[in-house]
């Protein structure tokens, strides 16, 4: 199968994830990036207040990805404020004639991201393959692999 990895980081707990599962399916890894600063505390707050209220960014996919090429998209992001990184749900407004071929991985530090994926899905992302890896799942490996076994 064609497949590609994107992933967004504040941390580096995305990139990690990303790297394990593209790693164990054997696909190409991105980075994605957007037109905000998020370091230090102000950038916190901002990330908290974007997310919460589904203000879009400009996202940019390095190396390029078109969604398009590939058989497969999984994205991998943080839960920031009860949601996807702004950079997460605005790559997917943009993308959401390619909705049927994403895989959606989130990571949060505590919260239910369940919760999260229902909330993207009033946002009419209804995404096909969704894991979730919340801070009390102590097994992120066994999900990295769940994950990458749809990449196959």
């Known amino acids: 199968m064609n497949c590609r990895v994107l992933y967004f980081t504040r941390s580096g ?6 790297e394990k599962i593209a790693g164990q399916a054997g696909c190409e890894i991105s980075q994605i ?4 600063n998020w370091k230090g ?9 974007y997310a919460s209220r589904y203000k879009m960014t400009n996202p940019l996919v390095t190396p390029k990805a078109d969604f398009s090429e590939y058989d497969r998209v999984l994205i991998v992001g943080p839960v920031w404020a009860g ?3 702004p950079a997460v749900y605005s ?6 004639a390619n909705l049927q071929k994403v895989c959606l991985v989130l990571s949060s530090g505590g919260g239910d991201t369940d919760a999260v994926f229902r909330r993207l899905e009033t946002k009419t992302w209804v995404i096909p393959f ?4 919340p ?3 102590a ?3 066994a999900v990295a692999a769940e994950a990458a076994g749809v990449l196959r």
Do not use: C, Q
């Not at 790559?91 to 959401?96: A, S």
């Open 83 to 85: 949601n996807a990184a």
């Open 13 to 18: 707990n995305s990139k990690r994830i990303a």
């Open 139 to 141: 097994d992120e490996d």
């Open 33 to 36: 990036t957007d037109d905000k």
């Open 91 to 96: 790559l997917l407004e943009r993308e959401k």
């Open 135 to 137: 801070g009390n799942k």
């Open 130 to 133: 969704k894991f979730g890896i």
């Open 41 to 49: 505390f102000f950038g916190f707050m901002r990330g908290g207040y």
